[in-house]
């Protein structure tokens, strides 16, 4: 997907995450139903299972932003699901010549050259919800489970040889699935409404990489940590 497209598709994404909000018809009262609109600027890296072939190199910034639904289905345990831009990447470098498929052609990357990745993945959770009952104004909450991520759009940056983020679509699996923990605090502005604040750890569970041309065989996956702020509806 190229950049433009990929930029067209976020803003289309995020307008409808705001029609959601905004349609009487959605902000239903049922009892058990409750949106978060979150926002978790994040810190990724990567790990491989070569790491003498295949070095990580540093980490880069990123975030997971979008609207999540927790249906409880008892006072303090709810069912998580959701829609979210999940923005992860990392910086590697390789022990061997590799070749990268990038903007539409082929970009021979020399032995130990730094690479650094950014990949956007449509982002649905799908876990559990656990909530202690309110102190005051303040309650705390742990969820955990699985992240299903569809890939729509890669850049990748060369040291030395890229002066530009490059279109790298190509060398990314379409399709991955990650381990999700995160808890904190949410503070009660009456009513439904609160804001919440915690902290986000997410464990890539799938290869993120088709192998690059002329490089080593791995499984290459991503971490990321992240501080999580959001307003509960």
Same mark, same amino acid.
């Given at each position: 997907m190229s950049f433009r497209k990929a930029m067209?598709?976020?803003?289309?994404?995020?307008?409808?995450?705001?029609?959601?909000?905004?349609?009487?018809?959605?902000?239903?009262?049922?009892?058990?139903?409750?949106?978060?609109?979150?926002?978790?600027?994040?810190?990724?890296?990567?790990?491989?299972?070569?790491?003498?072939?295949?070095?990580?190199?540093? *980490?880069?910034?990123g975030y997971d932003a979008?609207?999540?639904? %927790?249906?409880?289905? *008892?006072?303090?345990?709810?069912f998580v699901t959701g829609i979210k831009i999940f923005h992860t990447g990392g910086k590697l470098s390789y022990m061997d010549?590799?070749?990268?498929?990038?903007?539409?052609?082929?970009?021979?990357?020399?032995?130990?050259?730094?690479?650094?990745?950014? %990949?956007?993945?449509?982002?649905v959770p799908l876990g559990i919800h656990l909530e202690s009952v309110e102190i005051g104004y303040l309650s705390f909450y742990f969820e955990t489970g699985a992240g299903l991520l569809f890939h729509f759009n890669s850049w990748i940056n060369v040291d030395g040889i890229t002066d530009i983020k490059e279109n790298g679509t190509e060398d990314i699996n379409m399709f991955n699935l990650a381990y999700f923990a995160r808890g904190g605090v949410m503070y009660s502005l009456g009513g439904k409404t609160a804001i919440t604040g915690?902290? *986000?750890?997410?464990?890539?569970?799938?290869?993120?990489?088709?192998?690059?041309?002329?490089?080593?065989?791995?499984?290459?996956?991503?971490? *990321?940590?992240?501080?999580?702020?959001?307003i509960v509806f």
């Amino acid at each position: 997907m190229s950049f433009r497209k990929a930029m067209r598709f976020k803003r289309q994404f995020y307008s409808v995450l705001v029609l959601l909000l905004l349609f009487p018809g959605v902000r239903t009262e049922a009892q058990g139903l409750r949106f978060i609109l979150d926002f978790t600027p994040q810190l990724n890296w990567f790990q491989s299972n070569n790491p003498t072939r295949v070095h990580t190199q540093g *980490s880069t910034f990123g975030y997971d932003a979008g609207l999540q639904f %927790n249906y409880f289905f *008892s006072q303090n345990y709810a069912f998580v699901t959701g829609i979210k831009i999940f923005h992860t990447g990392g910086k590697l470098s390789y022990m061997d010549t590799i070749d990268l498929a990038v903007s539409e052609r082929t970009l021979t990357v020399p032995a130990n050259t730094s690479v650094t990745y950014r %990949n956007e993945y449509v982002h649905v959770p799908l876990g559990i919800h656990l909530e202690s009952v309110e102190i005051g104004y303040l309650s705390f909450y742990f969820e955990t489970g699985a992240g299903l991520l569809f890939h729509f759009n890669s850049w990748i940056n060369v040291d030395g040889i890229t002066d530009i983020k490059e279109n790298g679509t190509e060398d990314i699996n379409m399709f991955n699935l990650a381990y999700f923990a995160r808890g904190g605090v949410m503070y009660s502005l009456g009513g439904k409404t609160a804001i919440t604040g915690g902290v *986000s750890y997410v464990h890539g569970l799938v290869d993120m990489t088709k192998d690059p041309g002329g490089g080593p065989k791995d499984r290459l996956i991503f971490h *990321s940590l992240g501080l999580r702020l959001g307003i509960v509806f």
